[in-house]
C-alpha cells in the first residue's frame, strides 16, 4: 500500500457496525495501516464520532442489515456540521449493489461489496483518504487564519502568476514590517495583537488599484502586489506612510507602533517570487534599528554586498586554515623626535578568487557573525611569533597594539588565553598593547573593566582606539584602566579648522591631565603632524611615515628605517 501522507498524523478509521453481527473482521484489514474506533449504531455513535473527530480520516459502515438503514445512518452523520466533512464509505452484501445510488445520493463517498479483494478496499480507502487531504491542505492553507489574506506561498504563487501573465506590466513589491508588536503584545495581550493584525488584513483586503494582491509573509510582515502606474511615485507616501497611519492610530487608536516599508520597483519578471521577495526583505534589513527610515528600496547593490557578505562567510574559516590572513604593521613615530614608538597590527585577508581585501569589507562580518574573535587571537599570536623571531635575531622591537573587539571580552578566559601565548613565545607582555573601543563598554562594563585591569596589572598597556569618532563619552576615560589614547582620524582631519583645533587640543589635554599617552592616528601631511607637536601630543600614526605594512617589510623598517628622525621643521617633506 501507499506511503502515508502525514506519517506525523494518526489516522483512524472509524469503523460503524449497523449490527452486532460481525460478517467481516474489517477491523482486522485496516488495523495494519490505521488505527482503528469501532462501535455499533446501537451505541451513541455521534458523540463517538465528535469526540475522535480530529483523528478520523474515514467513516466505514458495516452494512449488515437493510438498505434503508444505512441511508438513515449516513443522513444522520451528514447533517450534523462538523462531521459533514468525513468521507463515508460503505461496505455491504453483494444485494446491496442496487442501492448504491441510494448510498451515493445520500452522502456516501464509496460503495464496495463485501466480496472486493481486501487489497482494492485498502487502495480505496487510502485513495479516498489521500483526496480529501489534499483537498484539505489546498483549502485551508491558503489563508492566514488570522488576517485572512492569503499566506506566504499562496501569494507567492499567485503573485508569480499575475507578473508572469502580465509582462506588459510594471509591478512594485511592498513589504512592510510592523516594529514594536512584542511589546504590544505584552501589553494589551495576544488577542489585541491579532485584533491589530485583522484590521491591517482588512484594509488590504479592501483595497482597490494600484493594490493587486495582498498577504501575510511572517509573523509581523505584510505583502503587497502593487501596479506601477503612472501616479505611482508621486502616491507612494500617501500609499504607504500616510495610510498606515490612518490605520493605526485613526482607526485602531495604536500610537507605538511604527510601519517599515521595503519597496522593489520594477521587479523583474523572469525572476521567482520568492526571490523578488527575499531581496525586498535585503532592503528592510538595511533601515531595521534605524530611528527615522521608514522607506528602503532594493537596489542592485543591496543584493552583490549581501552576496559578498555571504561569500565572505562561506570561506572564513577555510581563510583561517589555509593562511589567507596576513597581519600587517603601521608604524607609530614620536611627533617630536621622530623616534619609531610602536606599530599597530592590522589584519589582512589574501583572498585566492577575491583579491585583497580590506578589514572594512570583512571586520564588520565577522564582528556580526562571532568569527572576529578567532581572527583576534590569531592576530595576537602571529604578532607573539613575529616579536619572538625578531627578538631571537636580534632586532630592536617596539611595543604592537592589537586590536580587540566587544566579543573577545565575552569569553571569561581572554586573559588567559592572551597571557599563554605571550608566556609561551616568552614575549614581555610591556611589548604588547590591547587597542579597545568605547563601543566595547556599552554593557557589562564591570566584568570588563575588571578584565582590562587584570591586563594591564600583567604589563599589557591598554590603548583606547578612536577617542573623538562617533558617540565619546568623556566619562570612558575615567572609568577604563588605560595607558594610551588614539586620537581619531576625523579630529586630525578636522585640525585645519580653528574650533576643531581648540577641540583637538582639548583632547590632548584632558588625557594629559589623566597621565595618559595620546597617539594621533591618519596622520597624512606635515602640517598635521607639526600642529600635534604644537598642541603637546605624543605619537603619530598614518601614511605621513609610513602604510600599513607586511610582516617582511616592516621586520625591515625595524631594521633601517627605526632611525631617529630629527624633529622635522616646516617645509620638510618625508618620503612615504
Ligand atoms: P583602526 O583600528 O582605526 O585602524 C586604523 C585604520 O586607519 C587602518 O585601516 C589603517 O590602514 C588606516 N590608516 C592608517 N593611517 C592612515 C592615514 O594616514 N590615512 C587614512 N585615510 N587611513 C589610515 P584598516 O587597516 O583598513 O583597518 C580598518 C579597521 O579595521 C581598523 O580601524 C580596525 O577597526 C579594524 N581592524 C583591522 N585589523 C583588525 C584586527 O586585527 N582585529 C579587529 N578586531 N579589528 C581590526
Ligand atoms: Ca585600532
Ligand atoms: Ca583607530
Not at 200 to 225: E, H
Not at 386 to 402: A, D, H, M, Q
Not at 447 to 457: D, F, H, R
Amino acid at each position: 500500500m501507499g506511503e502515508k501522507k502525514h506519517p506525523e498524523k494518526t489516522r483512524a478509521v472509524f469503523i460503524l457496525k449497523t449490527t452486532e453481527d460481525v460478517l467481516c473482521a474489517y477491523s482486522e484489514i485496516f488495523s495494519g495501516e490505521y488505527d482503528i474506533i469501532e462501535t455499533s449504531k446501537d451505541e451513541n455513535y455521534i458523540s463517538i464520532l465528535k469526540k475522535h473527530f480530529p483523528d478520523i480520516s474515514v467513516i466505514i459502515i458495516d452494512a449488515s442489515s437493510s438498505a434503508s438503514v444505512v441511508t438513515e445512518t449516513v443522513k444522520k452523520i451528514k447533517s450534523d456540521d462538523v462531521l459533514l466533512s468525513l468521507p463515508v464509505i460503505v461496505i455491504g452484501d453483494d444485494s446491496m449493489a442496487e442501492s448504491e445510488e441510494t448510498f451515493l445520493m445520500s452522502g456516501v463517498s464509496l460503495f464496495m461489496t463485501r466480496t472486493s479483494k481486501t487489497s482494492v478496499v485498502l487502495l480505496r480507502t487510502a485513495n479516498l483518504i489521500n483526496l480529501r487531504e489534499s483537498a484539505e491542505s489546498g483549502t485551508i492553507s491558503e489563508y492566514d487564519e488570522i488576517t485572512g489574506l492569503y499566506n506566504r506561498q499562496a501569494f507567492l504563487e499567485r503573485a508569480e502568476k499575475i507578473v508572469a501573465d502580465n509582462s506588459e506590466e510594471d509591478y512594485v513589491i511592498c513589504i512592510a514590517e510592523l516594529d514594536g508588536i512584542k511589546v504590544y503584545n505584552e501589553k494589551n495581550g495576544k488577542s489585541a495583537g491579532d485584533e491589530l493584525f485583522r484590521s491591517i488584513g482588512l484594509f488590504l483586503k479592501n483595497a482597490s488599484d494600484p493594490y493587486v494582491l495582498a498577504g501575510r509573509f511572517a509573523g509581523d510582515q505584510f505583502v503587497v502586489l502593487l501596479k506601477k502606474n503612472d501616479e505611482f511615485a508621486g502616491n507612494i507616501y500617501s500609499l504607504t506612510i500616510r495610510e498606515s497611519d490612518n490605520i493605526l492610530k485613526r482607526d485602531i487608536g495604536v500610537e507605538n507602533i511604527r510601519i517599515r516599508f521595503a519597496l522593489y520597483e520594477d521587479i523583474e519578471h523572469d525572476i521567482p517570487m520568492s526571490e523578488t521577495c527575499e531581496r525586498a526583505l535585503l532592503a528592510l534589513q538595511t533601515i531595521r534599528g534605524k530611528y527615522g527610515k521608514t522607506i528602503a528600496r532594493y537596489e542592485h547593490s543591496i543584493l552583490s554586498e549581501h552576496r559578498k557578505k555571504e561569500r565572505i562567510e562561506s570561506s572564513m574559516k577555510e581563510a583561517l586554515e589555509k593562511n589567507q590572513f596576513e597581519v600587517y604593521y603601521q608604524p607609530k613615530h614620536d611627533v617630536n623626535t621622530g623616534e619609531l614608538t610602536g606599530a599597530e597590527a592590522l589584519i589582512r585577508w589574501n583572498h585566492p578568487e577575491y583579491g585583497f581585501m580590506s578589514p572594512k569589507d570583512f571586520i564588520p562580518v565577522f564582528e556580526n557573525n562571532g568569527f572576529i574573535s578567532e581572527v583576534d587571537n590569531f592576530v595576537w599570536k602571529r604578532t607573539c611569533q613575529n616579536l619572538r623571531k625578531w627578538i631571537s635575531e636580534g632586532i630592536e622591537v617596539v611595543p604592537i597594539s592589537i586590536n580587540a573587539s566587544k566579543l573577545d571580552f565575552i569569553n571569561p578566559d581572554f586573559f588567559d588565553k592572551i597571557h599563554e601565548a605571550s608566556t609561551k613565545m616568552n614575549v614581555p607582555p610591556g611589548l604588547l598593547h590591547i587597542e579597545v573601543t568605547e563601543s566595547l563598554f556599552s554593557d557589562q562594563i564591570e566584568e570588563l573593566v575588571s578584565i582590562l585591569t587584570k591586563c594591564q596589572k600583567n604589563g599589557y598597556k591598554i590603548e583606547l582606539d578612536d577617542f573623538g569618532s562617533g558617540y565619546s563619552s568623556l566619562n570612558t576615560l575615567s572609568i577604563l584602566p588605560l595607558d594610551i589614547v588614539k586620537m581619531d582620524m576625523s579630529l586630525v582631519k578636522a585640525i585645519t579648522n580653528f574650533k576643531s583645533m581648540r577641540v583637538f587640543s582639548a583632547c590632548i589635554n584632558l588625557a594629559k591631565s589623566l597621565g595618559l599617552k595620546t597617539v594621533s592616528e591618519g596622520v597624512e601631511t606635515n602640517e598635521q603632524m607639526w600642529t600635534i607637536q604644537e598642541l603637546g601630543g605624543d605619537s603619530i600614526q598614518g601614511y605621513l611615515y609610513s602604510k600599513p605594512l607586511s610582516e617582511k617589510d616592516f621586520e625591515e623598517y625595524l631594521k633601517v628605517k627605526r632611525v631617529v628622525r630629527k624633529p622635522l621643521s616646516p617645509g620638510t617633506v618625508i618620503s612615504k
